[in-house]
């Protein structure tokens, strides 16, 4: 199908995001100024107002020297606190159970640490196939420091022959007696399908396993309600569509009733309870938080993006984002057509991505940014990912990457 750009401009004024508050980079070819840009699922843009509040905490430390910790306007001591009511409204939790640290994959091990508790008759991990390498690396790396076997602990949920997503019956058919841990990625990086999190976590219970999710691909993407539907833990980083920059401090969350139990943690001064921190004991008092799962003191200067712009997630709400990103996808889905989307096509079941299959993606990606200034990123050996974020991407913006996808692969 093939739409006018009038159209799109039209309904870019009819349904606009707030490109505004971004910083969209300028293009290297095409007919526009801007590039349309739709890697936001690998590195979202920066807010505006990034710099100006980073630039505002860096000269606090000119300022106040150590005195920065309890004199800065916004003082470092507690300044983890200032993001964790934004981070645990984003993914549906209460802010005991949220905490913002370190980063994505640090925090699964973090997290497994505590609840991958295996036993000779319950030590396997369900995966996808098409995880995120981070996290294969991450579940065989722990599987083999538990003294167990990788290949044969660790279980690699694969879509049936011929189709692209995994169905959430075969998901939960699979998660017997053997199962200690399910970590599934929320939204999947590649296919962009957004798993069923409430009805798989609920069939994993039921196997007496515990579900933890990567949320790497859903936070900022999709509304979630971790709380009410009983994740165990979850975790999730920040640069995707959370906007916070390159590595960015990444965020955890550990359901309200494993709070305060006595699970093994690995600990260090930050674990310990603040109010009594500076007493310097020997032995730590953790909170009944998610902060006990804290290590060290926290880096200031990349916490900053992360506050900007979870304050931008809490302003718009991720309700009102995500029915611009529903219809947004829906329209660049339509301009896909005649492509092979592996994405799934009901939207309840994606999130703002869809990835096509072509032959030759490398290539494609590396002339749509040259000769069109559009940004999509390629996945070996033949995916291309586009991520139409509602923030900052356009109907415009869409139709460009229809048109210059046709053209490239004409
Ligand atoms: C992006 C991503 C990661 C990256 O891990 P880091 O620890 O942030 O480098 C891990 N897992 C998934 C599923 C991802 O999408």
């Known amino acids: 199908m093939t739409l006018s ?9 009819a349904d606009p995001g707030h490109r505004e508050l971004f910083d969209v980079p300028p293009a290297q070819g095409g007919d526009y100024p801007e590039v349309a840009y739709f890697a936001g699922n690998s590195l979202g843009l920066r807010p505006k107002a990034t710099r100006s509040e980073l630039l505002e905490d860096l000269d606090s430390w000119a300022a106040l020297g150590v005195e920065g910790h309890l004199d800065a306007a916004r003082p470092w001591l507690p300044y ?4 964790t009511g934004p981070a645990s409204r984003l993914v549906g939790a209460l802010p005991s159970e949220t905490v913002v640290m370190n980063t994505l994959t640090v925090n699964l091990h973090l997290l497994m640490v505590s609840f991958y508790r295996p036993t000779r008759s319950r030590h396997r991990i369900v995966i996808e196939d098409s995880a995120f390498p981070s996290d294969s690396y991450a579940v065989r790396s722990q599987v083999e420091f538990h003294g167990y076997d990788a290949e044969d602990a660790v279980i690699r949920l694969r879509p049936r022959p011929g189709e692209n997503s995994l169905r959430t019956a075969d998901v939960v058919e699979q998660l017997g007696g053997d199962v200690a841990l399910v970590l599934l990625g929320g939204v999947n ?10 009805t798989i976590t609920k069939a994993g219970h039921a196997a007496g396993a515990i579900v933890g999710w990567d949320l790497a691909h859903a936070a900022g993407n999709v509304p ?16 995707k569509y959370l906007n916070s920059g390159p590595g960015a401090i990444a965020g955890a969350f550990v359901h309200e009733r494993h709070l305060g139990a006595d699970l093994p943690r690995f600990e260090g001064w930050w674990s310990t309870d603040a109010k009594t921190r500076f007493e310097m004991t020997p032995e730590s008092r953790p909170p009944a938080t998610a902060d006990a799962w804290q ?10 993006p992360v506050r900007t712009s979870l304050e931008i997630f809490d302003k718009v709400g991720i309700e009102v984002l995500r029915e611009r990103s529903v219809r947004l996808t829906a ?22 991505q869809l990835s096509v299959r072509v032959p030759g993606a490398g290539e494609l990606s590396r002339r749509l940014r040259f000769e069109y200034g559009v940004i999509a990123d390629s996945r070996e050996p033949d995916v291309l990912r586009f991520a139409p974020v509602p923030l900052y991407s356009t109907y415009h913006d869409c139709w460009r990457a229809g048109t210059a996808l046709a053209e490239v692969t004409a």
Request: charged share 20%.
């Open 80 to 83: 983890h606190e200032l993001l």
């Open 224 to 239: 979630l309600a971790l709380h009410d539907w009983d994740v165990d833990f979850a975790a999730w980083c920040s640069y």
């Open 5 to 13: 750009e009038t159209e799109a401009l039209e309904l870019d004024a």
């Open 189 to 198: 990086y590649l296919t962009g399908e957004l798993m069923d999190i409430p």
């Open 295 to 304: 290590v060290s003191n926290p880096p200031i200067f990349s916490m900053s």
């Open 331 to 352: 329209y660049l889905s339509n301009l896909l057509d005649g492509f092979e989307v592996i994405t799934p096509t009901d939207p309840a079941r994606r999130g703002a």
